[in-house]
């Protein structure tokens, strides 16, 4: 079992920045892909990036390339989300979850159905 813990979110202007942080219980997080997801009012959750377990590979949906970057510290079994150049888009609740498959193909791990534990999440606003 794998208990995610999300921090850092918070009100930011637009243009701003904002760094979130997953801390994970247990002592097999170095074998997890790791995932942020973010869902909006009134819509779907969506993909917004992804690493790989041991950090050699990420991925980011079209709407963050360029301003988002996933990053992962297995000694301290937490993932971290760096978020630059913030829009009103980007407001939504942040989750960030772990995968158990280890080699996975990477759109494997768009689809948050793949991912077996989830955060509670943290929200984000970005005022215009």
């Known amino acids: 079992q794998v208990q995610l813990v999300e921090s850092g979110g918070g009100l930011v202007q637009a243009g701003g920045s904002l760094r979130l942080s997953c801390a994970a219980s247990?002592?097999?997080?170095?074998?997890?892909?790791m995932g942020w997801f973010r869902q909006a009012p009134g819509k779907e959750r969506e993909f917004v990036t992804t690493?790989?377990?041991?950090?050699?590979?990420?991925y980011y949906a079209d709407a963050v390339k360029g301003r988002f970057t996933i990053s992962r510290d297995n000694a301290k079994n937490t993932v971290y989300l760096q978020m630059d150049s913030l829009k009103s888009e980007d407001t939504a609740l942040y989750y960030c979850?772990?995968?158990?498959?280890?080699?996975?193909?990477?759109?494997?791990?768009?689809?948050?159905?793949?991912?077996?534990?989830w955060g509670q999440g943290t929200q984000v606003t970005v005022s215009s």
């Open positions: 247990g002592r097999t997080f170095n074998k997890y892909a």
């Open positions: 690493i790989r377990w041991n950090s050699a590979n990420t």
């Open positions: 979850a772990a995968a158990t498959t280890l080699y996975g193909a990477i759109s494997y791990y768009t689809q948050d159905r793949n991912y077996a534990y």
